[in-house]
Every structure is written in structure tokens, then in C-alpha cells.
């Protein structure tokens, strides 16, 4: 039988693509964006709020802009400022969005409880100060489902586990330390259930371990390719590093989880010097290569068959990216079919530029083979459970619109476990916990003196027929006044979003009954 000369095209849903750049009012502009040479990303970004690490003298500093607020940014802007040195590197809590750590040059770890109208003065008090590394602390990164565990490395060639639901604010002492490597570590990543960690390390070996009891499964050392970023591919059992080739080109190299001793395919990108930063969502098997230094970036489409990589294009831009923030995918926008999206910081300009990757579709509707369940905003485990051996899958989430009810704020005030220690240190809180106990009745007003007092086992927030009744009373005082301000800023930006969704149901309905009544025409 003879050979069909038409070439075999690998049909898929991503062939096409493509990368929208955000308009000029829609991008940062005037961020003071650090100089720092570290290989980090220097910018940290969830549904809420934008963190990006800044140029400070005397000491460290890093923004907090709310994502809505884009355009000339302050440069009085407030800023978040409690470290002796430089900050290296910032990351959000993946379970709360009020929550971001950060590790800096002083040798520490600081985590900080951000106001939900975003930073409103210097913050320079942290929730919790980790003090264990007696070096540089270069990388933090949050356990993927398990909540309040976070992982730090630093000069000293160690990687600690913390465990911050203690009740110290100052924690001197990890759960579990890392002594494996044997020079500074570049990168680490976790398996989807965070049973498995990666590393990374300037020795050009790469490491997989188990992060709950230290255990060193596998080593690679790979003569041919010198590893400087790792990240495991979600529960493909594939790991993918980036790095430099024998002869310096970049390169991108793809191995097998039980097997580390040679790589699955290696494949050079070009000759330049950045670091190439690799980003992979499991949703749609997709694997984003950004150059640090220039302005491309390709992505892939990832299989567990052979040639496992499919090229499917790239995107450029004449704007170099010095770092890049990656939005969470339930911050994302579903009714323009955007699967990815990037914060790219373009230090030439003083820039924050989004970049927006987008399925092309023709049909308005939800989109269901592109957004499955996704990993959602709370976590499978307590730090505690998941310290005792216990491993645990994300909790899912659906993207459709309408099908999560957005969380009001006292929703989102009780998932940030704001118990007595907690709201000790969180003196707006504690204005509302002792206005909320005013209202209650006048006996507690004339009797109450502290505002955490047996607050252990109610709400914060009282409720009558769906109204917080500190909306119900005529303020007294001005925190009242600022307190209900803020409240009813909140409920308004929650029906505004609500209205949104409806809008977006709408639009598909009037879309079916078009298609309906077409194929009613066209059956008669």
C-alpha cells in the first residue's frame, strides 16, 4: 500500500492562539520597577490586587496597586516597606487574597495582611516575621493546597517549611528543614497535590523530593544541559527545565517524574542570555517560554505521547520583560475565551503591561472544552492535616459565570481565619468587631471595654434579613463613617460584578433563542 504524501497536521483547539496586549489606559504606568539582578519575576498578581517589587533606598519595598486602578500610578503611592534590604521575592496566598509574603536580603520572611481598599498608608508591620536563614532569602513559594504552609530558600543552600498558624508573631524556628543542596537554589515547584517538590540548583542538578519529610527521591544531573528554572507539569508525571546548552544557546529540556536519569527531548531556542521562564496551565495543556530581556514568548501544547512538545506560535513585542506576573485562572475573563494572562514589567518604560492570551471564537457563549474545573480559592487541607501526612487534590472550581456566587466581605473576612490572635494585629478589624458589639444591645455597649473579647464563637458580622446592621444605624463617630463608606464601596463593586455576569447570561440566552428559531426556519 502506498504512502499518502499529505502531511499529518495535529489538529488542536490552541493552533490559533494569539496575544492581546492591553490598551495604553489599561496598563501601570510610572512603577518604579526594581534593578535587582535576581532571575525572580518581581511581580505578584491575584483577582484583587497587583504587587510589584520597587527601586527604595534605605531598605526594601514592594506596591500593592489594586487591579482596577490602572494608568499614572502615585509615585508617593503608599507602599509596603518593613524589610532592612532589598526585596527578592513576593507571592500571594493562593486561599487568601488579602494575604502576600515576601523574603528580602535581611535574612527574613515577612507576611502581611493587606486592607481590602489596598495599602492605604506604609505598611511596615508585618502578620507574621520568619527568622531561620542566615543568608539572603531568594524564593518563597505557597504550598498548592494546603493552607498557611510556605517554603523558603536562600543563600544558605537551604529550603525551610513554615507552618504560620501558630500563635507567634515572630517564628524562629521551621517545621522541617531542606539540606540536599549544595549551592544556591534557582527554582521549585510542586506536583498538583504538593506531594512532590522540584528544585533546581546552580550545581546544574535538578532534584525531586518529598517536602514533607525532606526525602531526596531522584537527582539529575545532565551533562548536556545546565538547568536554571524547574517546573513539574501538573499530573502529566513530566517535568519541564530551562536553561543553557552545552554550547550556551537556551534551551528547554522535558523529563520523565520517574525517571530523571535522561531527559525526555531537549530543544535550543537562540543565543541570547536571559533566563527563560517557563509557565504551564494544566487546564489546556499549555506551556508559556518567556525570555527575560526580550520580548517573546512561545507556547506549546504538552502531551504524554511522543514528540510530547507541539510548537503552536509565538508572540513578540519590541518591549523587553524584566519580570512577569501570572493572574490566577479564576481572575480571568471567560466572555472573551482568555485562557492566560500575563503582567509583564518593561523597566524602559516604567511599565505594567497586560497581555491577554486568547482562544479565538466566533460564538459568545461560555466555552466549556477550554475552562474545566479549575483549581479554586480554598484550600483541601489545613496546615496541620497536610503536616501529619495527608495529601490532598485541589479544590475545583467552575469558571462559568453565575455558577460561584461572589463572597461578601464578611465571607471573605472569615476565610482569612480571622480569630482572637489574628485580629490583634489588625486594628481595623478591631474597630469593627467593637462597633458590631455596640450595635448589638445597649448593655454591651455601656459594659464592653475589649474589642476581641469573647468574639471566639460568633460571627463578625451580624445580620438581619440579608443587611449588616452596621449599615442600619446612623454613625457616631468617624471610624463608623469610614467603616460604612468602605462597606457600601465594597457592595457596590460586588453588584457592579454581579450585573456584569447577568448581562453575560443574557447575551447567551438571546444567542440560543437565535439558534433556536434558525433551526425552526430552517426545519420548516
Known amino acids: 500500500m502506498l504512502m499518502s504524501w499529505r502531511p ?28 535587582s539582578v535576581q532571575d525572580n519575576l518581581f511581580c505578584a498578581v491575584n483577582p484583587r490586587f497587583l ?18 486602578h490602572t494608568g499614572k500610578v502615585d509615585p508617593h503611592h503608599p507602599r509596603v516597606s518593613g524589610h532592612r534590604g532589598n526585596v527578592l521575592d513576593i507571592k500571594w496566598n493562593p486561599f487568601n487574597d488579602y ?27 508585618p502578620w507574621k516575621e520568619l527568622q531561620g536563614h542566615s543568608r539572603r532569602v531568594g524564593l518563597i513559594e505557597w504550598h498548592p493546597t494546603a493552607n498557611n ?29 531542606i539540606s540536599h543542596h549544595t549551592d544556591v537554589v534557582l527554582s521549585m515547584s510542586f506536583n498538583t497535590d504538593g506531594s512532590l517538590l522540584a528544585t533546581a540548583c546552580k550545581d546544574k542538578k535538578v532534584r525531586l523530593m518529598e517536602p514533607r519529610t525532606g526525602n531526596l527521591l531522584q537527582e539529575a544531573n545532565c551533562k548536556t544541559h545546565k538547568a536554571s528554572k524547574a517546573l513539574i507539569l501538573g499530573n502529566l508525571k513530566m517535568l519541564v527545565t530551562t536553561g543553557n546548552s552545552r554550547w550556551n544557546a537556551r534551551q528547554i529540556a522535558l523529563w520523565d517524574l520517574d525517571d530523571l536519569s535522561v531527559p525526555l527531548l531537549q530543544e535550543d531556542q537562540d543565543s541570547s542570555s536571559g533566563v527563560l521562564f517557563p509557565f504551564y496551565d494544566p487546564d489546556t495543556h499549555m506551556l508559556y517560554i518567556a525570555g527575560k530581556g526580550d520580548g517573546t514568548i512561545r507556547y506549546y501544547e504538552i502531551s504524554s ?16 520583560q524584566k519580570g512577569m506576573g501570572v493572574m490566577p485562572k479564576r481572575g480571568l475573563d471567560v466572555s472573551t475565551c482568555e485562557v492566560f494572562r500575563f503582567y509583564k514589567l518593561v523597566t524602559i518604560k516604567s511599565l505594567i503591561e497586560p497581555l ?29 492535616e497536610w503536616l501529619s501526612g495527608i495529601d490532598k487534590g485541589p479544590v475545583l472550581m ?26 490583634q494585629s489588625r486594628p481595623g478589624l478591631q474597630q469593627l468587631a467593637y462597633i458590631q458589639d455596640q450595635l448589638s444591645s445597649k448593655e454591651s455597649r455601656e459594659q464592653h471595654s475589649s474589642p476581641t473579647e469573647g468574639k471566639d464563637d460568633i460571627s463578625w458580622t451580624s445580620v438581619n434579613n440579608g443587611q449588616d446592621l452596621s449599615l442600619c444605624s446612623t454613625p457616631m463617630t468617624e471610624n463608623e463613617l469610614r467603616l460604612k463608606f468602605l462597606k457600601q464601596q465594597e457592595d457596590i463593586r460586588r453588584l457592579r460584578e454581579l450585573l456584569n455576569q447577568r448581562d453575560v447570561r443574557i447575551k447567551q440566552m438571546e444567542l440560543e433563542i437565535k439558534n433556536m428559531r434558525n433551526s425552526q426556519q430552517a426545519s420548516l
Not at 510530547?308 to 518591549?319: C, D, I, K, Q
Not at 467552575?398 to 485580629?423: A, C, F, I, N
Request: glycine share 6%; aromatic share 10%; proline share 6%.
Open 305 to 320: 505521547e511522543k514528540p510530547y512538545m507541539h510548537f503552536l506560535t509565538e508572540h513578540r513585542s519590541l518591549l523587553p
Open 398 to 423: 467552575s469558571l462559568k459565570p453565575g455558577s460561584q456566587v461572589e463572597e461578601s466581605y464578611h465571607d471573605l473576612s472569615m476565610s482569612k481565619g480571622l480569630d482572637t490572635r489574628r485580629s
Open 51 to 68: 504587587a510589584v517589587i520597587t527601586e527604595c533606598a534605605g531598605g526594601g519595598a514592594f506596591l500593592v496597586l489594586s487591579l482596577h
Open 8 to 35: 499529518q497536521y495535529r489538529s488542536s483547539k490552541f493552533r490559533h492562539v494569539f496575544g492581546k496586549t492591553a490598551t495604553k489606559e489599561s496598563c501601570y504606568d510610572g512603577v518604579p520597577i526594581t534593578r
Open 356 to 384: 491577554s492570551m486568547i482562544v479565538p471564537r466566533r460564538s459568545e457563549c461560555y466555552q466549556e472544552d477550554i475552562y474545566p474545573m479549575t483549581a479554586g480559592y480554598r484550600p483541601a487541607l489545613t496546615a496541620e
Open 99 to 125: 494575604c502576600i509574603a515576601s523574603c528580602s536580603e535581611d535574612a527574613t520572611v515577612k507576611v502581611w495582611d493587606i486592607h481590602p481598599h489596598g495599602v492605604l498608608k506604609n505598611l511596615t508591620v
Open 149 to 177: 504552609v510556605l517554603f523558603s530558600t536562600a543563600y544558605d543552600y537551604q529550603v525551610m517549611i513554615w507552618n504560620l498558624d501558630c500563635p507567634e508573631q515572630v517564628i524562629k524556628n521551621p517545621v522541617r528543614t
